[in-house]
Structure formats: C-alpha cells, structure tokens
C-alpha cells in the first residue's frame, strides 16, 4: 500500500487537519494547554486544581477515573462513579474536559461524559480499543506507545481513521531508553518529523516524558519550539500526598508561572490558547 | 508492599508452580512444545500444518483468529469464525489447543473453545483483559511485553494472579531495541534470572524473538539450556504465501528436525514433552 | 565519594563555568555558533563553506579532518594534512575553528592549530585520549556517547577536569533507540537537567542528532528553549557530492535563514552569538 | 561495496577462519575457555585465580591491567608494572595469557607479554587503536559496543582485517538495554546470526553481559547451544573485596562446577578445551 492511499499521511492530504474542540481550533493556530491531575482522587481535589489551572489559562481539564497502574496494589482510579464529576466540573465551569478510556467496553459510555477521549500509551495498540474509539465523532488524544516507532504510531491512527474517526490527536510522551534519571526521553525532534509526514495535530505530554517537575518547563518551552499544537501538564495543589505522579506534577502556582513563561514562544510560532468562552 | 507479599514471587511461594495441562505438567519437567500456523487462514491449511507437528512431536497447536495488526489493512485473522476449527480440531486430533485473545469482551466466548489461553506482547499492560483473564481456571501464557521490564512483566502476572488465576505461564519473545538485523533481541538470560525471581512456568518464543528462519534452532537449544519450560514455535507449509511472518516459519520438515536436535539438550535438562495421550 | 566532591557537579560549584574562547563567553549568556561541514575535503570546500557561515553568523567554523568512519573503506579524513589548512583559514577568515581529535598521539599537535578540540560520541570514553587533553588549556567539546548514560557522560568530563583542564563544554548529539526513521533520538530535556547537574556550558548538534536536513531548524529552536548554550551545524555548498554526512547538511542559504530564525529564541533566552571581532 | 568484497564476510570466505593460539584451535572445534580476575591486583591474587582456574580447566588466563573504568575515581588497574606479571605467570604455568589493551601507543609493548589481546567494548570503534592492532600477527579479541549494531562491530573487525590482521575473534558481551535488573542484554541469537554472516569465531562474555554470578552458568550454558567457540569468564577468589566486578566474579569452586555443568553441552556441540599441553 503507498502512502498515497494512507489517510494520516501528507501525500494523502496535504493541508492540516483541523480539530474543532469548543473554540479551540487545532491545526490552525489554536493551543490545547490540557491541565489537571494524573487521577482524579475526589471532587474536592478534582475541583481545587481545575479551577486554579482555568484561572492560570488552562483551556482544557485532565484527569483520570481509569488508572493503567503497572501494579495491581496501587491506586486503580474512581472508575465510572467518577464520570458524573467530570461532566459537571466541565458544565460548571465551562470548559473542556478529557478522560483515558482503556477498555472497549467503556467507550460509548465515557463518551457521554467528556469533550476529549485519551488512549494512554499502553493501549495504542489496543487495536479493539481503537475500533470501538473509531466509531465515535469525537477527537481522540493518541499517545505514542513507550517503544513505538513513528510509523506503528501512525498505523494507530490509521485504525482510527479507517474506521471512521479522523479527529486524532498525537501525543508524544517520551520512549524508553537506557538513560535511568528520567522516566523518559521526550523525543522533540520526532514532533517536527511527524508534522512533515502527517496532517494530524501532534500535542506534548512533558509531565511522563521527563518524570521530573523541575524540567516541565524548559521542555515545555522546547515542545513548542519544535512545533507542538499543545502540551498536557499534570497539575496537583499536594503533590507530595498525590495518589499517582506527585513527583512529576507542577504546583498550581508553578503552572501559573509556566503560562506566563511559554507566552513568548506561542507568539512566535503564531499560536493561541484559545478558551471555550472565547469568540 | 514486599517481596514476600507478591504472589508471583519466589520468596511467596519456594517451591515450582506446576501447571497441568492434559498430562503436561509444566514447572515439574514437562516440556511444552508448541507448534502451528502464526494465524490460522483456513481449515485446510490449520489442520495440514498441525497434523505435521503433532507427528514431529508438538502437543499444543499454536494458531491465531485475533492478529494484532501493525496496519489495518493487514490481515486481521479469522476472528469468532475460526474457534469452531480450533476446538474441532483439538477434538479430532486429540491433542491440546491454544489461541490468542485481545478484547476483554471475547475471553468467555473463546475460553470455552480451547485449552490455553495467550495474551499478546502488545496486550501484556491491558489490565482490563488481563482482569477477565483472571476469572478463569485456565491456563495462561502471558507474553513479554516489547519493552517490558522484567518487573513490569512480573506485575502483569500478579494481576492475574490476585485477582484469581494463578495458572500463568510467561513467554519471552524478545524485546526491542537498536539491533535492525533481526526482530527483536531475545533475552535468554533473564529467562534464567526470572527462574530465580518466580515460581511461574517460563516458555520461549524464538519465532517472534529472532523473525528468522534459520535462527530458531540454535535459539531453542539455548532457551532450553537457559532453563526455558517450553517453545512456542511458528510452523508453515508454505511460508511464501503465509498471510503473516512467513519469513520466520519454519517447514514441517524442518520442525521435525528441531524436535530431533532439541532431544539431548532435553534429556540434560531433565525435560519431557509429554502428550496428551500420554500415561 | 560524594556529588560534592565531584568537579563537574553543581553541588562542588554552584555557579556557571564561564569559558571564554575569544570574545566568546560561554556560560555567561554567550551562544556558540558552530558550523561548517562534516569533513574537510579540499581547501577550496572548507574556504568556500566557512565564508558563508561566517557570513550568516556563524562564530566558529567547525570541520573535521580525522573522520571515526564506521567502515574502513569510506572516506577518513584529510589527517594530518589538513592541520595548516584550519589554521590558516582560522587567521585569515579572522574566526574560531575546531576540529575532532581521535588520536592521544595526535592530541599536542592538533592543539597547535585550533582554538577548540572536539571529542566525538565514539571516544566519549576513550580515557586514555581524555588524560591526554586534561593537560591542554584549551575547551574540550565533549560529544555524549552512543548510548551514554547522564552519569557516564559527566564522568567523562570529570576525566578531563580531575586531570587539569576544566574548560569541558558538553555537546548533546542525540542516543541510540529503536526508532529507525532518524539517525539518533535528541534528549533536550537531557539537556535541561544537565544544566541542574552540572555547572559546565551545554551545546547541542541537531545534525547528527537528526541526520535529516529538514529538521535541523526545528531541532535548533527547541534546542534554544531547553537552554542550550550553542550549536554545532553541518553545511555543505553540495550536498549531494558531500563525502560525508550529505544528507543532514544544510545549503549555505538554509543556514543563513536558520539564524534569522533562531534570533527570536535566542532573545527571549538571553544568549548572544558574540563572533572574534566582537568587542 | 559489496558484501562479497568484505573481508569478514561468510560470501567472501566461505569455511570457518581457524584461529590457531597454542594447540587451541578455534573455529574448527577448539573451545576458548578463559578465566581470571576483572582486573590483575598483585602477583598473589593473579596467581591465586589463575592456578585455580587452570586446574579447573580453563585453557586461557584473562585479566586486565589496564582498566576503563567510568569513573577516574575507580581502581585503574596496575598499568605497565603489570605486564611482566602476565608473562611470567603464562611461562611459569605454561598456559595461554590474554590482556585488554585500551591505548594505541600501548600496542606494540603488550603485545610482547601476552598470547592474545582484548579491546573492550568501549574501544570497538577506538579506530586508531584498531588500525595499530592490525600491524601485529596475533590474535585480537574484539568486543562488541555496548550499543553496537552487528554491522558496525563487523564493520570494526573489517578495519583489523583490510589493515592485515585477520586473527580476529569476535566476543559477544551484551548490549545496553532498558531493563534495568541486569548490566546488559545478552544477545545469544546475535551469535547464531553471526555464524551466518561471518566466518570469523565468536565467543561469549556472561559475566559483564548479566553482571550476576548466579547467571553466569545458565548463560554459559546457553551460549554453548547457541554455538559460541568460547567462553571468558571473570573468577575471583575473594570476590567481596574485588578491586572490580565482585558481584558478577565466580568463586574459583563455582567455576569448578561449571566446567562439569558445561560438558555435556560441549560435547553435543562437537567443541573441545584443548589446552597448551595437550598434543
């Protein structure tokens, strides 16, 4: 098959795919600035960090109710009693909202509930996962898996658009090497590859890429740099009591100062944090 | 949580888990060899190659219905059509019969068709299949996960094993790194350290780990002296028009001089493949 | 032996090593803008390279005349022919010029005739190499191995400023991973914790990080933002007819355009390509 | 160039090279089986492992005075003192020595104390170290990179061989990979691959690929099946204060058993230690 006839590539389609998620615009300027906590632990905290990382500029909320912990001891997520937390933090304070979903037979509910569908990297070859997530109108965040090339990440894709779906959003999250001081190795310099090879969105996740909050920042700055539609940034006002990457996520007061310091480079690239208020 | 906590763990449990299956008793010198097709494409070409290596002395019959796909325009396998030939031929053929699963949804439906279930590299972190998995009382060969850590491949077994099943039989295939040569790398000596680390059964899949024809041989040898409890070997009779990894089939013929050179490493090791009609 | 005894730690020397080669002052706001081509091949292709880079901006000319070919049969480098050809060129173009050195035996001459040596990912650990250029005063441009760890790599450094020369400047250029499609994988957030690690100046080589033209400008910008203190850039006036590394060379007109580019990051960050003439 | 031009290549010479080194014949069923220290501390100790693993029946007496070691904070090794040590040892207990060498200007006076030297995997691509070592007539062990594809590492034995020396014996030591439980990968079916494309022997280094004493048996035992014409294998009789390498050096009755353990693989394999007395 030639990439000719492949629907993620550029030789398919040469303009930008553009992602219309409330008023933001993804492929034409517009920024995903996604923040929240790795796991939503109660209303109360959900609630807390969303609305400081609103106020600091945020456009869309994480969070996760279903956890893909690689221990079965450790924190698993709300699970489905948290669905009805997320769509009403997301009405009451009108913005964007996203989730994980791992299993299939959770799509079309989780669905209902939130803006954004995420597939974590463990599952981005969850191929029934990815037919069920196919069949929805709806744009689906796509991590790159922790050892998967470009063009098996782009294969997921095409699952996805094969099947129906074509609101993809890559999400590049670090591989896995040999180097053991961070959790990953962000790859930049693939961002800038992929947008050449595909007219997908591709966003950055700095938070599991480099494991380290000290370094949010500077790779923030650099996944813009290198062309990035977004980045996703774990948030917690507590990290040091947070049920899952505490070491990882920025203090509000820290993703504050991030919005401020990423400023420059976005006016540079041309893009904008556009909110769901916004004209 | 400690060590002596983890189930999988040798400092839990001392003594070998042995897992029968028909008169196989892996973990207690039982020697599984499994053999047969990458995917079953028809009844004709199943039951050829699998009456092939039951006389070469196969006694499980490997064979897929769900491929896990790099590209969606790769065949997919027969899906829920092919488990009505499996369970048949397992039937008329006396001998035992294994398939992989990948959607959480199937793992009732397809346990009842075959003796053994397989989860797949890239399904070694799907919690929520691995969950059902665990409902079952059946065996299990997880497979190693691309770029799983050994810690992490131990943990997918916990979560078979603590939520019910504890009936797990690891399979090392391979992992990835910067070799292009060859498939994958395959990691026979952690097979040896995983010995020491589990009471879990541990087989070899030197068709996936090495992607070469004429490397399954001498990788077998030595995953049987590493201490492997088994092989999980692809066998086609007509690999140039195999619809998946021909290039890493083996001939019948060619199986059927691997059982033969396999035999004295087998006897220093003090394993046996038992069959199913065995005493 | 404790990080606050190590020399290249941040914990033994809280401040930026400052190195000063010329006007240049890396470590103290000043950018180091290497570029010229892969090998030397004639000293009308050096001549006519560097005259163009030093045009656009460039403040050293970079160019290597013993070249570590992974094949014995491509090309190896001018040797020691090519010594008076850099330093005359140095004199009259009136600019800093580096080049690799592989040898120990080579080190004392090579010195002679530039103002920089670099040291390639090959000999990152060839210590008997290091102690001999631990007794230059003279910078060391200290390329990250293949597949270095953070710690090997500032372990490496330590050879060199343990044994006397502390004018160490660290060059990232990409590791080794499994991804096929670029020539290595390039670490900026490795770049960005070194800087918390290690009080010496950090440069990075998207050329070879990359191996692909259209890159280098992306990979350069991000390099800028993750808080490189330079680059290093292969330029070629004829890629095609290079006898080295053609296809990650930038045309003399791409270079000048990428320092347009990278001026608006270089402001923001506060780094200035200071050239010889410079007051 | 072609494959059939390269001097390493199985289709430039099709038969095995025979490495003659005493009465060991290596590559036409002769087993290299060397033992010793990591690195040589004093005569007491050298002699002490050294009688011990002659006895056992080693044919080879490995140890390094020359140590590249990552930190320069670490034991160095005795240097040029130790070299009268080697071969007094060797004429004094008629066996064959071997030694690492790491520095070009080293080369010649080395080679004048040993039977056989060693470049260490650091030194795989050290290419002046290679081209000097290709001037002598006299077996050379070549590790393989720590990251180095089997193209490269044959591409470096080419180097050896284009500049006369074709006395080259490949070692396999493992690679560097994510998992962080062992020191490296061993990569066993590289060795059977290499069979294939090379007519130059190949032996197996178990103790720095697994950095476990308690693997050192099982993957020696492996790398037989896989077809290695030898083994080196690091021995200490106090390995808790080893200068180097204690946790992965076997004690000298452990070595011992292993020579038992591994003979019945050696005899299926058609391989012999011949030692130097031996007719």
């Known amino acids: 098959m030639n990439m000719t006839d492949m629907k993620h ?7 930008n795919t553009v992602i219309k998620i409330g008023n933001l615009k993804l492929g034409n300027g517009g920024f995903l600035l996604a923040a929240g906590p790795c796991a939503i632990e109660s209303a109360n905290q959900y609630a807390t960090i969303a ?11 994480r969070g996760s109710i279903f956890k893909p912990r690689s ?16 769509r009403d933090l997301g009405d ?42 196919a069949k929805l109108d709806m744009p689906i ?28 959003i890559l999400c590049e999250r670090g591989i896995r090497t040999f180097e053991p001081a961070l959790r990953n190795t962000l790859d930049l310099a693939g961002v800038a590859y ?27 700055k650099a996944a813009i740099a290198a ?25 509000p007061s820290q993703f504050n100062d991030l919005v401020t310091e990423i400023q420059p480079y976005l006016t540079i690239e041309k893009k904008h944090i556009h909110r769901k208020g916004d004209l």
Chains 1, 2, 3, 4 share one sequence.
């Open 71 to 86: 221990s079965p001891y450790s924190f698993q997520g709300l699970g489905h009693d948290g669905l009805r937390l997320i």
């Open 141 to 168: 965040i796509l991590k790159r898996g922790m050892s998967a090339t470009y063009q098996e990440w782009l294969m997921a894709a095409e699952y996805l658009m094969v099947n129906g779906n074509d609101q993809i």
């Open 227 to 251: 062309g990035t539609d977004g980045l996703i940034i774990e948030v917690h006002h507590d990290p040091e009591h947070a049920l899952c990457d505490g070491a990882q996520s920025l203090l």
């Open 51 to 61: 609305q400081k990382v609103k106020q600091a500029g945020a456009n869309v909320i």
């Open 9 to 15: 590539s550029r030789q398919y389609k040469a303009e």
């Open 194 to 220: 992929l947008k050449h090879q595909t007219h997908l969105p591709i966003i950055v996740d700095p938070s599991h890429a480099t494991g380290k909050r000290n370094l949010i920042l500077p790779a923030s």
């Open 92 to 133: 009451e304070m009108d913005i964007l909202v996203e989730t994980e979903v791992m299993d299939p037979r959770d799509v079309k509910e989780v669905s209902r509930f939130v803006d954004i569908l995420r597939v974590g990297a463990r599952n981005m070859q969850n191929f029934d996962l990815l037919k069920e997530l």
